[in-house]
């Protein structure tokens, strides 16, 4: 069984930056897809931003340009450093990951919240504007 652990978040004026963590236990994350996602009140989770096995990554459109998701293989931990954020993006924020099958490709199912078994408990972000 897979723990996240989510830190990070908080509150920012538009234009700010945050950061947020997702640790994790119980396996190893360089076998799995990682992801970040999003759930305004009244709104559908939506994909924010995930990242393959081998690194490489996508993103949503609203989000292209001003968030960075990445991994620490070592510390066993995901990331998403948020800049220029906007009043939009204030949401709870959840890390999730894939445990289904290891080293297999996401593509085009990597920002769809159904492909993903784990999830952290989220962390709010609000922007004000």
């Known amino acids: 069984q897979v723990q996240l652990v989510q830190s990070g978040g908080g509150s920012v004026q538009a234009g700010g930056s945050l950061r947020l963590s997702c640790a994790a236990s119980?396996?190893?994350?360089?076998?799995?897809?990682m992801g970040w996602f999003r759930q305004a009140p009244g709104k559908e989770r939506e994909g924010v931003a995930g990242t393959e096995t081998d690194g490489s990554t996508g993103y949503a459109d609203s989000v292209k340009g001003r968030f960075t998701i990445s991994r620490d293989n070592a510390k066993n931990t995901l990331y998403l450093q948020m800049n220029n954020l906007k009043a939009e993006d204030t949401a709870m924020y959840y890390c999730?990951?894939?445990?289904?099958?290891?080293?297999?490709?996401?593509?085009?199912?990597?920002?769809?919240?159904?492909?993903?078994?784990?999830w952290g408990l989220g962390t709010q972000v609000t922007v004000s504007s």
């Open positions: 999730a990951i894939h445990t289904a099958r290891r080293n297999i490709w996401a593509g085009s199912w990597l920002l769809r919240p159904t492909e993903y078994n784990y």
């Open positions: 119980g396996d190893t994350i360089s076998n799995y897809y």
